[in-house]
């Protein structure tokens, strides 16, 4: 009797000690920008150095089929956070345009979203995002920072409140002034026919215009020149600038040992809280465009400017993974890796450089539901707890980040709410082997353009396409000749019936197939489509935060450190001497 209660009193031990090592312990989440899925060595790559990702991969579990909910940088962030899809938050366009382009617009990221951080505030853990956030600022003044990330649950951020723009960084181009030429030259060209076909009738006595009329409509022309000049002139001043909390420290942003300073805040970060739960984002810049690299990386990889910036981000991920070691905290600590989308194929510099990244053998690229353009790097390092060096190839969502870490910091889940992730611990220990999406729905902006279908008691990976983008040239891997691909109109494609591949035979989605070499055909085409509508009831109408309205430069939102007379200039952050960061 006495061995049986000694027994029982040891198994008790080892369970209680089993539940407190997968219980409230740091999290670290490291997101890259426009990175494909093969520029990383643990992913094929041969060429780049990328040895502390890879170390992730090697002492950790390496997901194979991980999948962003959105290709595009602002709805895949927001689904990321909030651990749904973005049609359900509102952030997903039904126009043209996908993303936030303005530091002053009014859309972003609802304040009734549930964040994770804001979860794991409530259960004691610090929280910070360093780097990237993409999903808004101010809704109605300038400093009501509504959609800040102090405002979702984050105590503290130090970095940019839009994105890494080409226009951020003097010489390497724009990528608005292709569209606002292509956009602007048809209204142009009628206005000036307009005002010349008045002036015409007015001068021969054809039809009298009152003068009123005309000095109105000079004026609306004119006023109109002078914001839509004023605003790119100045553009890089309004809209490239870091914050820490929310305070402007530098506008515009300079690039000088840019990653070795959000390196610093992240390892101050975890050094600040060394005896307290934490967690933190690490949201990096690279490898989206501009692309940067300091004097200790450029010109050090076989890739170009692209290749440094991708070595110069392993390095900061080596970083960090460095003070947790110092700090005895890597068996106390989740570490995640992946990229909000996957590279960006048509970027290349006006010199004709590539700037884009590599999606191995998968095709097409950001903007586009391809496999090259969703499909991204998946890496979760616990020692301990996750398996080392084990692959997985069952589907994943960057949305399961959110229920994973939630049950992990002893939160609740949000009952009122659909929560499309699901928690990939039991997964990554190897205590199933199947995931739980039996079907995964890829939007492009607002539009359901693919479904994909994993049965439970099947290896294929089914994924059907009821539109696809129009690449341009025609034979080429992307929409080169718009630099990003998009959801309708003539820029697509639409199949009625829908493409069909399996991913498991057909990786590289070359061959569709049809009810002649798939004999499933219409039994599959039947069941996602019973998927679809379970779905689409899922739904229910919220503001569109893309909306035309929402996205448009509002100057009464403008943040600004000095004043737009004074072209919003001022540099905290350096104190006007040259940046002196220590390297690792």
Known sequence: MGLLLLLIICQCAINSIKTHSVSKPNIILLMADDLGIGDLGCYGNKTLRTP????????GVTLTQHIAAAPLCTPSRAAFLTGRYPIRSGMAAFSRVGVFLFSASS????????????????????????????????????NDFCHHPLSHGFDYFYGLPV?????????????????????????????????VSLAVVQYLGLLKVPFQA???????????????????YNFRQLNCFLMRDHQII????????????????????????????????????????????????KGKSKHGLYGDAVEEMDWSVGQVLDVLEKHNLKDKTLVYFTSDQGAHVEEISSAGEVHGGYNGIYKGGKS?????????????????????????????????????????????????????????????????????????FHYCNAYLNAVRWHPGNSESVWKVFFFTPNFSPEGSNGCYDSHVCFCHGGFITRHDPPLLFDLSRDPEEKVPLTPETESRFYEVIRVIQQAVDNHTRS??????????????????????????FQSCYCDYESGGRSLQVQLG
């Open 52 to 59: 502390n990702i890879d170390r992730l991969a090697e002492e």
């Open 107 to 142: 859309g972003g990221l609802p304040s009734e979203e549930i964040t994770f951080p804001k979860l794991l505030k409530q259960k004691g853990y610090a929280t910070a995002v360093i780097g990237k956030w993409h999903l808004g600022m101010n809704c109605e003044s300038s």
């Open 163 to 195: 994105t890494n723009f080409r226009d951020c960084k003097p010489g390497q181009g724009s990528v608005f002034l292709k569209g606002v030429q292509r956009d602007l030259v048809i209204p142009v060209q009628i206005a000036g026919i307009a005002l």
């Open 214 to 232: 005309l000095g109105y409509f000079l004026l609306i022309i004119a006023i109109s020149l002078v914001v839509l000049i004023f605003f790119f």
């Open 250 to 297: 530098q506008q515009p942003l300079s690039y000088e040992n840019l990653t070795q300073r959000l390196t610093k805040e992240a390892m101050k970060f975890i050094e600040r809280n060394t005896d307290t739960p934490f967690l933190l984002f690490l949201s990096y810049l690279h490898v989206h465009t501009a692309l940067y690299a300091s004097e200790n990386f």
């Open 368 to 440: 586009t539901n391809w496999e090259g353009g969703i499909r991204v790097p998946g890496l979760l390092r616990w020692p301990g707890v996750v398996q080392a060096g084990a692959h997985i190839d069952e589907p994943t969502s960057n949305m399961d980040i959110f229920p994973t870490i939630v049950k992990l910091a002893n939160a609740q889940l949000p009952s009122d709410r659909i929560i499309d992730g699901h928690d990939l611990l039991p997964l990554v220990q190897g205590e199933v082997t199947q995931s739980k999406h039996e079907f995964l």
């Open 539 to 564: 739904l229910h109408a919220v503001p569109n935060q893309l909306s035309w309205d929402n996205l448009l430069w509002k100057p009464w939102l403008q943040l600004c450190c000095s004043s737009l």
